[in-house]
């Protein structure tokens, strides 16, 4: 029993330890916001949260991203460019592998 | 009537896995698993070096086996179907390390070996594992099947809630076939599990958390 609470106790630390990473998805209002270049990828595979961190977790090491939001109803990945920065379709799409998924199409919003 | 569910559950799975059917992340993300099911408890901490590979370590505790195995753990995403509403996979697990049994008799070259495949879409999720363990004096396969469901679908962030079944096979066991209902609990990179092994009369919780 004493197990029990030992591990009932580590798995509620463990999710407020999350507490900061639950905060961590972005609205698509945030990342639209940004002045640089807009991309919508349109992917395959998004069923869970896993799923979406994984994307944020791979485009954010990007100097070019300023900010990543995950549409799992959609299958879409929106990404807001930092102003100047831009990203080719085969880069983007080369990060999506690397998080797991397929890239289907990408739709782009200049910069305004 | 009972063995009847049973066999739809088992149907289900040979069809399409567990709670640790995500040994594979992003390519740099780190993974603490842990499972806890009254016959062992168990620790892997893995790392990912691209999306289709991870290695780590593994340790459990088999109160079942009387033994206690740590080494190293690989897992390989075989194949991953990437389709618009829903996500497959396949795995495989290869353990090898050293395996101490309770009896004092000293540690042993010890090793295991699995495969998991599971099919998901935000409602439904179905999966089986089959994993076969060496540990020195004791052998054992087993096997798991799930089946669940989503009462409702949630966005990235918020609260995912899974109703499962689980139907587990230990040939060796007084009670070979084992059924356990749990609830999955899912938001962001948590993941925690809970449930009720009804012929063991004994608890199940496993936790994810991915970083």
Request: hydrophobic share 50%; aromatic share 0%.
């Given at each position: 029993m004493n197990l029990f609470k030992t591990l009932a106790l580590a798995a509620a630390l463990t999710m407020t330890a999350a507490g900061p990473a639950l905060a961590a998805p972005e609205t698509p209002a945030t990342a639209s916001k940004a002045k640089g270049e807009f991309v919508t990828a349109y992917v395959n595979g998004l069923v869970c949260d896993f799923c979406a961190q994984s994307i944020q977790k791979v485009f954010k090491k990007?100097?070019?991203?300023k900010g990543v939001h995950v549409d799992l109803d959609s299958g879409e990945v929106h990404i807001s460019m930092n102003p100047g920065q831009t990203m080719d379709d085969a880069a983007i799409e080369k990060l999506i592998r690397k998080s797991g998924y397929s890239l289907t199409s990408i739709e782009r919003e200049a910069a305004e | 009537m009972p063995s009847k569910f049973i066999a739809a559950g088992l149907a289900l799975a040979a069809l399409a896995a567990p709670a640790?059917?995500?040994?594979v992340s992003y390519a740099g993300g780190w993974t603490v698993m842990q499972d806890n099911n009254g016959m062992y408890s168990s620790l892997h901490l893995h790392y990912s070096p691209t999306a289709t590979d991870s290695i780590g370590l593994y340790t459990e505790n088999n109160w079942d086996m009387d033994t206690v195995f740590t080494g190293l753990q690989y897992n390989r995403l075989v194949k991953r179907w990437n389709a618009p509403k829903s996500q497959g996979n396949l795995y495989l697990k290869l353990g090898a390390g050293a395996a101490d049994p309770y009896d004092g008799g000293g540690q042993r070259a010890a090793g295991l070996a699995g495969l998991a495949a599971d099919w998901e879409t935000r409602r439904v999720f179905v999966s089986y594992d089959v994993r076969a363990r060496d540990y020195g004096t004791d052998q054992s396969v087993s096997h798991a099947a799930r089946f669940g469901l989503a009462p409702y679908v949630a966005g990235y962030g918020d609260l995912h809630t899974w109703a499962m079944l689980q139907v587990e096979h230990h040939p060796e066991a007084d009670n070979p076939v084992q059924v356990t209902p749990l609830l999955r609990l899912f938001t962001g990179p948590v993941l925690v599990e809970a449930g009720y092994t009804l012929e063991e009369d004994r608890f199940l919780l496993n936790w994810i958390y991915r970083f």
């Open positions: 990007e100097a070019a991203v | 640790s059917a995500r040994p």
